[in-house]
């Protein structure tokens, strides 16, 4: 190889170095947690991913308490919890939570479109929280078919469980006999539902189009039944950092919390909190 090509090559190898090292790194933020929120961080990220290129956002799910864990052990920079930290997770990390409210949202009741289609259309807290128990067993005792019902629920960890048995069942730690399978997203609930001809279960309400949902206390979960707090299980959904956050997870923040992320909100069947 002659003097001229190694000088070209090693000049050329110079530059390479010198740009690598000028050109800035983008900065990552990572988000995890409720499956509820999920759809939502997921739509405020890749708008925000879109509109600049200095901060990349990823999100994952896991449910709310994950999500809190995350946080509290540096894997994640922010949670989505569709649920308020507990004093028993404050207690295991510390209290430097720092909750940012982003939406509010509804546990939705449904049923199989089979059921739906056979009658059963609303609900009281107490035929939810009998079918929950164990103690309804059968849909022909709340004017259904005679079959069996097949409970659904989540897993342990999952705000929208904890919101679902505080305010159903009237305790974070309800015993839920009549439930024949947990599962771990709403996604997964929504599956199961709409693959069963007599199962009932509860999620999100943005994962709720195209499904029998059920009146709850003679009220139909909607945003405007959501806004004008006539639905009884409506909740606010929040992001969590542990600490302040830093300059480039309160920048995505910021922008959830704008109106081109409260529209997100919106455009995903939440309600908008501000």
């Not at 730690?173 to 069963?196: F, P």
Request: hydrophobic residues 40%.
């Amino acid at each position: 190889m002659c003097d001229c090509m190694r000088r070209d090559k090693l000049l050329a190898s110079i530059v390479l170095a010198v740009f690598l090292i000028a050109a800035p790194a983008s900065a990552a933020v990572t988000l995890s947690g409720s499956t509820t929120v999920m759809p939502l961080g997921e739509r405020c990220a890749e708008e925000f991913n879109d509109a600049q290129s200095e901060i990349e956002v990823s999100v994952t799910g896991g449910g709310s308490g994950v999500g809190i864990k995350n946080i509290a052990e540096g894997i994640s920079d922010i949670a989505m919890a569709s649920r308020q930290v507990k004093d028993a997770e404050k207690e295991t990390y510390g209290d430097d939570f720092v909750e940012f409210l982003i939406a509010y949202d509804a546990v939705c009741i449904a049923v199989s479109q089979e059921i739906y289609d056979a009658g059963v259309t609303e609900l009281s807290q107490d035929d939810v929280a009998a079918i929950y128990n164990g103690e309804i067993t059968n849909w022909e005792d709340v004017g259904g078919p005679d079959e069996e019902i097949y409970v659904l629920a989540r897993l342990a960890g999952s705000g929208t469980r904890d919101t679902f048995n505080k305010m159903v069942m009237e305790s974070d730690e309800a015993e839920t006999l009549g439930v024949r399978t947990y599962h771990g997203s709403n996604a997964e609930i929504k599956s199961t539902i709409t693959g069963s001809d007599k199962a009932i279960g509860y999620l999100g309400l943005s994962y709720v189009h195209d499904m029998g949902v059920i009146s709850y206390e003679g009220v139909e979960p909607s945003a405007e039944t959501m806004q004008d707090g006539s639905y009884p299980l409506a909740r606010a959904l929040y992001m969590y950092t542990f600490g302040e956050p830093g300059e480039d997870a309160q920048t995505f923040l910021d922008f959830v919390m704008s109106e081109d992320g409260q529209t997100v909100a919106e455009d995903e069947g939440f309600v908008p909190a501000y």
